[in-house]
């Protein structure tokens, strides 16, 4: 009885400990994941890195009457 019991306690200390391994991963996804959309709407609003106008589109000449 006492091997069987040490063995389902060992089974149980296990299945516990990959629990909190996944769970700690989880958490530390959903973390990368909030820091980096936060990264991206200071970029936005700051108009940074990719997300600024094109030069192009300011140095159209503007037509006028001949």
Known sequence: FRERQAFIDKYLAEK???RLKQELEEH???SAIRIQAWWR?????????PYRPDE???KKPAKGKK
């Open 16 to 18: 516990e400990a990959a």
């Open 28 to 30: 530390r996804k959903l």
């Open 41 to 49: 709407g200071v970029m936005v609003r700051r108009k940074l890195g």
């Open 56 to 58: 192009k589109k300011k």
